[in-house]
């Protein structure tokens, strides 16, 4: 196959141009102007594009797959804010949602592809002591967080039933905290999670309440500006088992609070709005429910409310 020969992005008079340089260099700008462009976009800005774009190698193909990405993913949140400020119903407004997602997914997530196939074969093409290694691992995470905001965009407008099965709720719940330690961040939190050794088996989604509560101690990460503390247990009251994810976080301020389980609504600087809008839906279809408390500075309180037996919890609601 042939290559273009090297180049790198400089900027004249405002604009992004191509020069001949190293290899070497020419990988790690491209590597770092692509990490960059991702994290604002992350961010919400879907005005941004990169340089490199107008190459004629699989650099050039990297670059031409993320500007299309970028412009259908904006065209997409023009088409939702227009369905808002008409003020649709919100079965229409998520029907409608829902035909523009699956029509996106398909070239949003090939786009994708494209671009970790060709972060794949650069980082197997970087030594270990490249100054680009870095940054190659940077970009995949930020490829599989533009996967994440996907899927909880297609949950959110074409959900499934729950495949309800007798399940031990200790574990479900200890997958979650397992996978939220590993995500954390470097600061010190620790998420303390003790079974309860006198719960019964319930009926429930293990995947459906897994990403539950996995979404709710992200969350509460993500509310500490330092060290803190996550509590996680499970309780019985009644017929049902009590989920309690409780931070010592900064807490969600009054006038937010009734907002929260809308979708698309968020306080985060980087955040889709959908992941309580998805939980409370979750927990919803569960025949359950989501409560919250919360004090500013002193943190929130979130409770999963679930039913031991399904059928039982279908009896009430009919």
Excluded: W
């Amino acid at each position: 196959m042939d290559i273009c020969p090297p180049q790198i992005l400089l900027q004249e008079n405002g604009c992004k141009v191509l020069a001949a340089t190293n290899g070497g260099d020419d990988l790690r700008l491209v590597t770092v102007e692509l990490q960059g462009k991702i994290v604002r976009v992350g961010e919400g800005d879907l005005d941004v594009s990169v340089g490199f774009a107008n190459r004629a190698d699989e650099i050039g193909d990297l670059g031409r797959s993320f500007n299309r990405m970028v412009k259908e993913l904006g065209e997409s949140r023009e088409e939702v804010a227009r369905l808002h400020g008409e003020q649709m119903s919100s079965a229409e407004c998520f029907a409608t949602i829902g035909e523009l997602a699956s029509g996106l997914a398909h070239e949003i997530r090939n786009s994708l592809a494209g671009i970790a196939g060709v972060i794949e074969i650069v980082g197997r093409d970087l030594p270990v002591t490249s100054p680009a290694y870095a940054a190659v691992k940077d970009v995949r995470l930020e490829i599989a967080q533009f996967n994440h905001i996907l899927t909880d965009l297609l949950q959110t407008a074409r959900p499934h039933l729950p495949e309800i099965r007798p399940s031990d709720l200790n574990v479900t719940v200890e997958h979650s905290v397992a996978l939220a330690r590993q995500q954390g961040p470097a600061v010190p939190i620790r998420i303390n999670f003790h079974k309860n050794p006198n719960l019964p088996i319930v009926e429930h989604d293990s995947g459906q309440i897994h990403q539950v509560v996995l979404n709710l101690l992200l969350n509460a990460v993500q509310a500490m500006d330092g060290a803190g503390a996550i509590r996680v247990e499970i309780s019985l009251l009644k017929s049902d088992a009590v989920i309690t994810v409780a931070d010592t976080g900064r807490g969600i301020a009054p006038e937010h609070l009734p907002n929260i389980f809308r979708p698309f609504y968020t306080t985060k600087a980087k955040g889709t709005g959908l992941g309580l809008s998805l939980s409370r839906r979750i927990a919803n279809e569960h025949h359950g429910r989501i409560e919250v408390t919360s004090e500013v500075g002193k943190g929130s309180t979130f409770l999963v409310v679930l039913p031991i037996h399904q059928a039982i919890a279908k009896g009430v609601a009919a």
